[in-house]
């Protein structure tokens, strides 16, 4: 199938003003297109970078028809707007990733029912409508059991731990249901693949990446993963299989589990940038947002070059803006902060890239000693991560 690419100088539409809209924004004016972007909130970060900002609620009618007419294809960064309000923008204006794919990543019971019905391995799952339902969920999973809200859960929230049949007693029943309930995967660590695929059907990957959690939300991203070459490669081609499966335009998130087994689950994904593969900024020569750009705008896919091993680091709240200071004295550390007003506990304010030669990627303990050694970070052991 043969795309049209977009012109430079075309507008690109961007739905969600956060630092992943700001940052593909950038992306975007470095191929030579404009930038638009609709947010639901004022100020948001990605105004800086963006030529023209429209406050607005995402499901406002006249909002997202004046916006469609002022760009030449939309996207968006983030998963939580209206599915609707995306149909009425599929209506008159092209829409990447479509509609339908924003549909099930929105919706973890049909998250898991698209992955199962296509054969990808995922974790023992069922779906709890209802507080009756809790007990099926006991008989199916037994215990301990994960129990996630279906729709706006990021970064820890909406998930409920159930160790056994007191925690689930104590449980307040009054839950934010429908829930889905998965079984506990008892892993080895966690993995994902970002996966970019154009209209034409070309599709790339960046490198395999092992993620660290701490308090539930991302804290450290090491790529490449410290996993055998050939379950990286397993991990790519069922990233690429979701990607053709959905008929992705735009890049994809995979996120996995390795089992104890040494076998994979697929966990969630998102159609769009993400977290974890904000390493590729510094340790590539095509970075994730550029990809994603690329693959909105019908532009070719190539090998996205990763010219070095990096550590990404998170840099969350007050505790991580206070280590700015030592990250722009450190050597070999490029930072890269997201311009928001607010700095409260729990959020994402920027990010650290550490860079090392190809092969030179030490494990988490040498990673985190020399985030100890530039950032004053508690270094902890090997086993601790």
Avoid at 212 to 223: F, N, P, R
Avoid at 227 to 245: D, F, S
Avoid at 305 to 324: F, T
Wanted: charged share 20%; with cysteine.
């Amino acid at each position: 199938m043969t795309v049209t690419a977009l012109p430079p100088g075309s507008t690109i539409g961007i739905i969600g003003g956060g630092q992943l809209g700001r940052m593909s924004a950038v992306a975007a004016s470095r191929l030579g297109y404009h930038v638009h972007i609709l947010s639901a909130e004022a100020d948001p970060p990605a105004q800086e970078t963006a030529q023209r900002v429209t406050v607005g609620a995402y499901d406002d009618e006249a909002v997202l028809r004046d916006f469609a007419q002022s760009v030449d294809v939309i996207t968006f960064e983030f998963e939580n707007i209206s599915a609707t309000g995306l149909d009425l923008l599929s209506s008159l204006c092209p829409v990447h990733p479509a509609g339908s794919v924003l549909a099930i990543s929105q919706d973890r019971i049909l998250e898991k029912t698209f992955l199962s019905d296509n054969d990808i391995p995922v974790a023992p799952w069922i779906s709890v409508p209802n507080a009756t339902s809790l007990e099926r969920a006991v008989t199916a999973l037994g215990f301990p059991f994960l129990l996630k809200t279906t729709r706006f859960g990021y970064d820890g929230k909406g998930q409920f731990r159930i160790a056994d049949q007191a925690a689930l007693d104590a449980l307040d029943h009054d839950l934010p249901f429908p829930l889905i309930a998965e079984g506990f995967v008892d892993f080895e660590r966690e993995l994902s693949v970002m996966v970019a695929r154009n209209a034409s059907g070309a599709t790339t990957c960046f490198a395999v990446t092992e993620n660290q959690h701490k308090d539930g939300i991302l804290d450290i991203s090491l790529a490449p993963a410290r996993i055998p070459v050939a379950l990286a490669e397993q991990a790519e081609a069922l990233a690429r299989r979701i990607a053709v499966t959905l008929d992705l335009v735009g890049i994809l998130g995979v996120e996995m589990f390795v089992s104890a087994k040494g076998e994979l689950l697929v966990n969630e994904i998102a159609p769009r940038p993400h977290n974890s593969g904000h390493w590729t900024m510094d340790a590539c020569l095509i970075d994730q947002f550029e990809m994603h750009i690329r693959a909105v705008a019908g532009l070719p896919l190539p090998n996205p070059y990763r010219h070095s091993d990096a550590a990404m680091k998170n840099l969350i709240g007050p505790e991580g803006m206070a280590v700015c200071d030592a990250v722009l004295a450190g050597a070999g550390l490029a930072m890269h902060l997201y311009g928001k007003s607010a700095c409260r506990e729990g959020r994402k304010m920027g990010h650290v890239n550490a860079l090392f030669p190809l092969g030179a990627l030490p494990g988490p303990f040498g990673v985190a000693a020399r985030l100890d050694a530039a950032l004053g970070i508690k270094t902890v052991s090997e086993q601790e991560i």
